[in-house]
């Protein structure tokens, strides 16, 4: 079993900044990679940004020059740094992890729960 806590979400005026985190616990032999996805009401989840565990980093043009994401590998976390927030960042954020079964060597994914992101004056 993996669990992942995701943490850092709330409420934020327009301009400011929030920084979300997502550790990942229980039989993981190797992390792939580590992201973030975002959905706002009656929109499709979408990506934000992720990052494989050797730090090639992917984002989406809306959040590009904003938000940086980061990885620990030896905490096996990963966090995204949020600046300059619009209102259009609100969204519930999921944490996604990749990653190498202890056991039996297969690839999974597996989603958090989600945390809000509020932006708002």
């Known amino acids: 079993q993996v669990r992942l806590a995701e943490s850092g979400g709330g409420l934020v005026q327009p301009g400011g900044s929030l920084r979300l985190s997502c550790a990942a616990s229980g039989s993981i032999f190797s992390i792939n990679r580590m992201g973030w996805y975002r959905q706002a009401p009656g929109e499709e989840r979408e990506l934000v940004a992720d990052i494989t565990n050797s730090g090639s980093t992917n984002y989406a043009d809306s959040v590009k020059g904003r938000f940086t994401i980061s990885i620990d590998n030896a905490k096996n976390t990963v966090y995204l740094q949020m600046n300059s927030l619009k209102p259009e960042d609100t969204a519930v954020y999921y944490c996604?992890?990749?990653?190498?079964?202890?056991?039996?060597?297969?690839?999974?994914?597996?989603w958090g729960q989600g945390t809000l992101v509020t932006v708002s004056s």
């Open positions: 996604k992890l990749g990653w190498t079964a202890m056991w039996t060597r297969v690839y999974r994914e597996a």
